[in-house]
């Protein structure tokens, strides 16, 4: 049985999952945060390009997902104030996915709930690349490689986050839980 619309859920939860989702990239961002503004803004963009692809990517099948990406991105204007709290993201997505669970979710959607929240963690640990110029500083090439155009500056590795980026990932990824529970 599929969960019912967000529309129908009490206010507080629909809220509460919206601002699980956002929390979710905010931990990730904070978890490895360089000095600057730069990874900010990057993170940021990340974090709203996730929340996108949510709402309407691959997660189609499962609906309430989809909306409360929506609701997410809708609520802009507040993600300063929930940043606040970004240190209680794994227990917030645990109460959400507590919630999705008792509006009646089925498999498909606990499914699209895990893989949402992975998605978003992912996509804002990926986005600064701070970890990856971090190490670029010790590859360096020499002189002969720079005149040859070898030194140009790359962008950073899509695939890499950092040790601590990826503890973060990991404990949201146990917050959410196995769809199968």
Sequence with gaps: MPARLLSTWPEAEAEAAARALVLAGLYVAEAE??????DDA??????RRALADVEKG???QAL????IARRALDARGEWPEWQTRAFTAPDEIAKATAA??????DKTERRAW???VGHIARTVGRAAGEHDALLDDHKKPGLFAR?????????PSAAHVSPGEAAAIARL????GSEDA
């Design 33 to 38: 945060d360089a000095p600057g503004e730069a």
């Design 42 to 47: 990057a993170e940021d963009a990340g974090l």
């Design 58 to 60: 691959t997660w189609t």
């Design 64 to 67: 309430v997902v989809a909306e």
């Design 100 to 105: 999705l669970r008792a509006q009646g979710a």
């Design 114 to 116: 895990r893989a949402a």
């Design 147 to 155: 005149l040859l155009g070898a030194g140009r500056a790359a962008a």
């Design 173 to 176: 990824l146990e917050a959410v």
